[in-house]
Structure formats: structure tokens, C-alpha cells
T-cell receptor, first 113, second 115 residues
Framework: AQTVTQSQPEMSVQEAETVTLSCTYD???????LFWYKQPPSRQMILVIR??????QNATENRFSVNFQKAAKSFSLKISDSQLGDTAMYFC??????????FGPGTRLSVLP | DAGVIQSPRHEVTEMGQEVTLRCKPI?????LFWYRQTMMRGLELLIY????????DSGMPEDRFSAKMPNASFSTLKIQPSEPRDSAVYFC?????????????FGPGTRLTVT
């Protein structure tokens, strides 16, 4: 069974600085998707970024980028120029082609003014 | 598109009562997922449907929980009888299942409190 681990329950970062959230996963699959979801205090789950395992190039979305290391089964999220609105829970998630979606426990990020 | 719609947003009920949570997926999406989120257990997949058919209900905690999807635009999650330990936020999500769209789109959630 696939598992997703986020080893940082809580993190904080000063506004305008850069922060990296870690995620590791365990799978025997070769083709899969990885996601980062953001859950702000409003509790709405919002997709931040997606990575296909067959792509070597790291995905980027504006201030958000990932460092995908397939061999190490690592999928970290980097947030550049952190903003107060980035304060949220961040969930790393794994999806295989059978649509068995697995979430990590989440990292609570606080952006400090 | 209005996104995934869930109702009610908040539900407070007494132990033993029946609770029905509702979800309308994004039009055109053929997969629908029900999740439960608690502080202790995080985000758990309860059940998912593909083309209105339940594919995997192994996450449903017990027989008190049931889910239906009578058509492509509506699903319900029912708890009967409800218990205080069912208190949680319940999310519905949908996806199109196409190669570029495996990401799931989540509804705003229903916060259930069972007293």
C-alpha cells in the first residue's frame, strides 16, 4: 500500500522569505501523480501544484515549485516570496492510475508579518 | 463552473439521529469521492464512485455509513444512527479522470457535530 509522510507538523516563515515543505512517499508503482493541496482557515481544499511521475522536469506554478526526486521518492514544495495568504495546512497527496488517492498528515504553515 | 457544491455547510445533530450530507460534483466529472477529516486521523478517503458506481468503499468506517450516487450530478453520504465520534468535516471531491485532470476538486466541506 502507498503511504505519504510529511515529517514537519508545523512550520513558520517570515513574509517575503522562502520556505520548503517536505514530503516522502512509498510506492512500488512507476507511473503516478503527486499533488500539493492547500487548506486555508476557510478549510476549502485548493490544488496548488501537480507533478506527473514520468516527467523529469519539476513543476512550477508562479511562486510555488516542487523538487521531485523519483529515486528518493521525495516531493518537496518550495514557496518563494511567502505571503500572509499562504498561511494554511498543506497536504501532499499521491495518486496512482487506479485513482487510489492517499494524503499525507499535513504541515501547518504560518507566514509571519 | 460553480465547483463542487456541498450541503449543508454545518450540521449539528444529536446522537442517534440520521444525518444526510449532499454533494453535487462538477458537471462532466465522472469520479466522485467522499472524505472525512479529523484532527486525529487527518484526511481519510471513505468511498469513491466512478460513473455512478461505487468502486472502493473500504474506507467506510462501519455499517452506519452508507453512500449513494443515483445520477451523475448528485451523491449522498448518510450516517444512521450518528454518534459523537462521527463529528468531523466531510469533503466531497470530483475529478474527470482524464489524463490531464486527475486532480480532484474539493467542495467546501460539511462540518458535522454530533452531540
Amino acid at each position: 500500500a502507498q503511504t505519504v509522510t510529511q515529517s514537519q507538523p508545523e512550520m513558520s516563515v517570515q513574509e517575503a522569505e522562502t520556505v520548503t515543505l517536505s514530503c516522502t512517499y512509498d510506492t512500488s508503482e512507476n507511473n503516478y501523480y503527486l499533488f500539493w493541496y492547500k487548506q486555508p482557515p476557510s478549510r476549502q481544499m485548493i490544488l496548488v501544484i501537480r507533478q506527473e511521475a514520468y516527467k523529469q522536469q519539476n513543476a512550477t506554478e508562479n511562486r510555488f515549485s516542487v523538487n521531485f526526486q523519483k529515486a528518493a521518492k521525495s516531493f518537496s514544495l518550495k514557496i518563494s516570496d511567502s505571503q500572509l495568504g499562504d498561511t494554511a495546512m498543506y497536504f501532499c497527496a499521491f495518486l496512482n492510475y487506479g485513482q487510489n488517492f492517499v494524503f499525507g498528515p499535513g504541515t501547518r504553515l504560518s507566514v509571519l508579518p | 463552473d460553480a465547483g463542487v457544491i456541498q450541503s449543508p455547510r454545518h450540521e449539528v445533530t444529536e446522537m442517534g439521529q440520521e444525518v444526510t450530507l449532499r454533494c453535487k460534483p462538477i458537471s462532466g466529472h465522472n469520479s466522485l469521492f467522499w472524505y472525512r477529516q479529523t484532527m486525529m486521523r487527518g484526511l481519510e478517503l471513505l468511498i469513491y464512485f466512478n460513473n455512478n458506481v461505487p468502486i472502493d468503499d473500504s474506507g467506510m468506517p462501519e455499517d452506519r455509513f452508507s453512500a449513494k450516487m443515483p445520477n451523475a450530478s448528485f451523491s449522498t453520504l448518510k450516517i444512521q444512527p450518528s454518534e459523537p465520534r462521527d463529528s468531523a468535516v466531510y469533503f466531497c471531491a470530483s475529478s474527470s479522470g482524464l489524463a490531464r485532470s486527475y486532480e480532484q476538486y474539493f467542495g467546501p466541506g460539511t462540518r458535522l457535530t454530533v452531540t
